[in-house]
């Protein structure tokens, strides 16, 4: 008798265990369309200094659906100034899941023709100069590409200390944009380094030598001054 009650009990168990199962997952899964957007025009769009600029927009698809009037666009360019400005429209789809894309825009000097682009090493007299204390390296390399006239990419302006020097890793660069004006003075534009999310707070004695080619400058970030010049 005992055995039957017993296997009564255990039956009552599993079918209560199954029907909360089937409650606690009943509707639960369902498909999310992200929203996906479609540039109008270029990614990247370069434009004379003085000139006006008038952003094209995206087109926003959430699945088969058309939400581009739900686009939240934020940015923007100062056609005044040289400069890389970044425009950004982002959407919240059905399930609140948020997605972004990105346009860049140049804003060039005309007057500037010099393409100082190339690879190039860290030569002697860099140094690194923290609490009082000067740390000198050179032999690292290091690359500039121009993205339109005037205007490098610089791929690290802390010229391989932490990446190379210290072997961080590529995360570890002081990547960002480098102007050139038309006396030959440089300026940095933007700098952020992604290992530690941060930028540069200072730039300063920017400058490039078209008898040598020689480029030399000393950048400030987190309270250290590198100054660091690169030859061909």
């Excluded at 296997?7 to 997952?25: K, P, Q």
């Excluded at 990446?163 to 961080?168: I, L, V």
């Excluded at 590529?170 to 930028?199: C, F, Q, V």
Aim: charged fraction near 15%.
């Amino acid at each position: 008798m005992k055995k039957i009650v017993y296997s009564f009990i255990l039956c009552l168990s599993l079918v209560a265990l199954g029907s909360c199962c089937d409650e606690t997952t009943q509707d639960i899964s369902k498909v999310t369309h992200y929203v996906t957007f479609t540039l109008n025009g270029e990614q990247m769009i370069q434009i004379p200094l003085g000139s006006s600029y008038t952003d094209q927009g995206v087109v926003a698809m959430e699945g088969t659906e058309d939400v581009t009037s739900n686009v939240k666009t934020t940015g923007a360019v100062n056609t005044n100034a040289v400069g890389v400005y970044t425009i950004t429209y982002s959407a919240v789809n059905k399930d609140g899941f948020s997605r972004s894309a990105s346009r860049t825009v140049a804003v060039y000097d005309p007057k500037v023709s010099t393409n100082i682009a190339g690879n190039y090493v860290v030569g002697k007299g860099s140094f690194r100069l923290r609490d009082g204390v000067t740390t000198e390296y050179s032999g690292y390399s290091i690359s500039l590409t121009q993205v339109v006239p005037g205007i490098f990419l610089v791929s690290d302006y802390l010229g391989g200390y932490y990446d190379q020097r210290a072997g961080y890793g590529s995360s570890y660069d002081l990547t960002g944009y480098m102007k050139l004006n038309p006396d030959n003075t440089l300026e940095a534009l933007t700098g952020h380094i992604a290992g530690w999310g941060d930028d540069f707070s200072g730039f300063k004695n920017g400058k490039y030598d078209p008898e040598t080619g020689k480029i030399s400058y000393t950048i400030t970030y987190s309270a250290m001054d590198f100054t660091v010049i690169l030859t061909k």
